[in-house]
C-alpha cells in the first residue's frame, strides 16, 4: 500500500531537465506526440500544421502537448503558451478567455481553432479541464445548431504530467547576431550634379562628368 510520502513524492513536478520524456497518444487517431516541458523550442509551422498530407513527421518533430499551467495568467506578448503546439482543454480555454487576440490564437494553435474564436468541431478532449466557473460549472461554448455544446470537461482518465519552471540561469538566451566584418566601401555615388571637387574615386578608376553638354573623361594615374 502506497504511504502518503510516496503519493507526495509521485505528484511532485518533474525536473524538466533531467526526467525521461513524456507522451501522449490521440485517443482517435493514435498518434503519439511528446508533452512539452519548459525549455523546449516552439513547433515548427510547416513540420505538423492541421491537416498536413503525409507521411506524418518523426515523434520528435510533431507538434507538442502543452497542458502546463504558467505562473501568469495569459497575456499577449506577456504570457503566452508556445506556438505551433496542440493545448489541453485548460490551456486553450484560458487562451480563448484572455486578451490573446483571436485572429493570433487562431493562427497560432491551429490543431485546436480553425478561425478566430472558432473551435475545430471534431476537436478531441485533450489533457486538463478547464476550472470550474463560480457556480461549481465546466466551461462551455455553444456551437449551435444539431453540434451543441463543447464542455471543456479535459480527457477521460487523465494523469496530470507537471514539470517545475527552469530558474532563470538556464533559460537560453538569444543568440547575438554576427557582425559583417566585410570592409564598406565609402566611396560617394554622385550624378551629373555632383561637383567634380567633390568626387571621390579609387585609384586607376576612371570616372565620367556631364558637363551639361560636355562629357569629360579623366584617368587618375
Not at 478532449?125 to 451543441?148: C, K, Q, T, Y
Not at 464542455?151 to 530558474?167: A, I, Q, T
Request: negative net charge; hydrophobic residues 30%.
Amino acid at each position: 500500500m502506497a504511504t502518503t510520502q510516496d503519493a507526495s513524492a509521485q505528484s511532485a513536478p518533474l525536473d524538466p531537465k533531467t526526467s525521461e520524456r513524456r507522451y501522449w497518444r490521440d485517443p482517435i487517431t493514435s498518434v503519439q506526440r511528446e508533452i512539452w516541458r519548459p525549455g523546449d523550442p516552439d513547433g515548427v509551422l510547416e513540420a505538423d500544421y492541421f491537416e498536413r498530407p503525409p507521411p506524418l513527421a518523426p515523434v520528435p518533430e510533431r507538434w507538442r502537448v502543452y497542458q502546463t499551467t504558467p505562473a501568469k495568467p495569459f497575456k499577449h506578448r506577456v504570457s503566452e503558451p508556445p506556438k505551433n503546439v496542440l493545448l489541453d482543454d485548460r490551456a486553450l480555454y484560458e487562451v480563448l478567455t484572455s486578451n490573446i487576440p483571436k485572429l493570433v490564437a487562431a493562427r497560432k494553435w491551429s490543431h485546436d481553432l480553425s478561425g478566430p474564436a472558432k473551435l475545430r468541431v471534431r476537436r478531441v478532449h485533450r489533457g486538463r479541464s478547464a476550472l470550474p466557473n463560480e457556480d461549481g460549472e465546466i466551461p462551455s461554448i455553444d456551437f449551435g445548431g444539431r453540434v451543441g455544446k463543447y464542455v471543456f470537461c479535459g480527457e477521460k482518465d487523465h494523469e496530470e504530467v507537471r514539470y517545475r519552471e527552469l530558474s532563470p540561469e538556464c533559460v537560453a538566451e538569444p543568440s547575438a547576431p554576427v557582425r559583417d566584418s566585410t570592409p564598406k566601401n565609402t566611396n560617394k555615388g554622385h550624378n551629373q550634379f555632383t561637383p567634380v571637387d567633390q568626387l571621390m574615386v579609387d585609384d586607376d578608376e576612371e570616372y565620367t562628368v556631364d558637363l551639361g553638354h560636355q562629357i569629360t573623361h579623366n584617368v587618375k594615374g
